[in-house]
T-cell receptor, first 112, second 116 residues
Framework: EAQVTQNPRYLITVTGKKLTVTCSQN?????MSWYRQDPGLGLRQIYY???????DKGDVPEGYKVSRKEKRNFPLILESPSPNQTSLYFC???????????FGPGTRLTVT | AQTVTQSQPEMSVQEAETVTLSCTYD???????LFWYKQPPSRQMILVIR??????QNATENRFSVNFQKAAKSFSLKISDSQLGDAAMYFC?????????????FGQGTILTVHP
């Protein structure tokens, strides 16, 4: 089944404790992206990647890191999480022509 | 920088009737793409419809159609014969294309309630 997977789905952590949210797709897509969703703000793009070893900042990259060493994986790293990073996070991927982004199921992150 | 604005935080419609969700955008690029996504309570993001800016014809997908007004930078979604399963949050989004290809901006979302 073609899909984007994210892990973990739910995470509660404390300020300053480094964490990684994994994202993997099995559709051989070149493009991958991370978003955060907050009430009243919609989804905001954090980082995106057009291909392996190519990443670009979205609208809200501060406090986040990404890497794209393999085509299928695009992990999101929070080196020192803060409470304002409490949010719902989505990973997405798209193939040639960028017709449709396929979204993962979301990761609910709470930073206390 | 591009912006996308959805001015209707909430909308409601009776089952079988028609509803229109509004979206305006702003981008400096000439070659861009517009999308409507649906997010039901399951939180899954589902593509509803896509429009390329260079196409004058409005996109249509079954009961869903758009009214794309390029000069006015308006991209509204019309849902005909509304069904209970249409109840969800709807997001309008813009990919600026060109040198900003892949940089996607979403609106704030509109919650659609469908009354039986």
């Amino acid at each position: 089944e073609a899909q984007v997977t994210q892990n973990p789905r739910y995470l509660i952590t404390v300020t300053g404790k480094k964490l990684t949210v994994t994202c993997s797709q099995n559709m051989n897509h070149e493009y991958m992206s991370w978003y955060r969703q907050d009430p009243g703000l919609g989804l905001r793009q954090i980082y995106y990647s057009m291909n392996v070893e190519v990443t670009d900042k979205g609208d809200v990259p501060e406090g986040y890191k990404v890497s794209r060493k393999e085509k299928r994986n695009f992990p999101l790293i929070l080196e020192s999480p803060s409470p304002n990073q409490t949010s719902l996070y989505f990973c997405a991927s798209a193939g040639q022509g960028f017709y449709e982004q396929y979204f993962g199921p979301g990761t609910r992150l709470t930073v206390t | 920088a591009q912006t996308v604005t959805q001015s209707q935080p909430e909308m409601s419609v009776q089952e079988a009737e028609t509803v229109t969700l509004s979206c305006t955008y702003d981008t400096s690029e000439s070659d861009y793409y517009l999308f409507w996504y649906k997010q039901p309570p399951s939180r899954q993001m589902i593509l509803v419809i896509r429009q390329e800016a260079y196409k004058q014809q409005n996109a249509t997908e079954n009961r869903f159609s758009v009214n794309f007004q390029k000069a006015a930078k308006s991209f509204s979604l019309k849902i005909s014969d509304s069904q209970l399963g249409d109840a969800a949050m709807y997001f309008c989004a813009c990919d600026a294309g060109g040198t900003s290809y892949g940089k996607l901006t979403f609106g704030q979302g509109t919650i659609l309630t469908v009354h039986p």
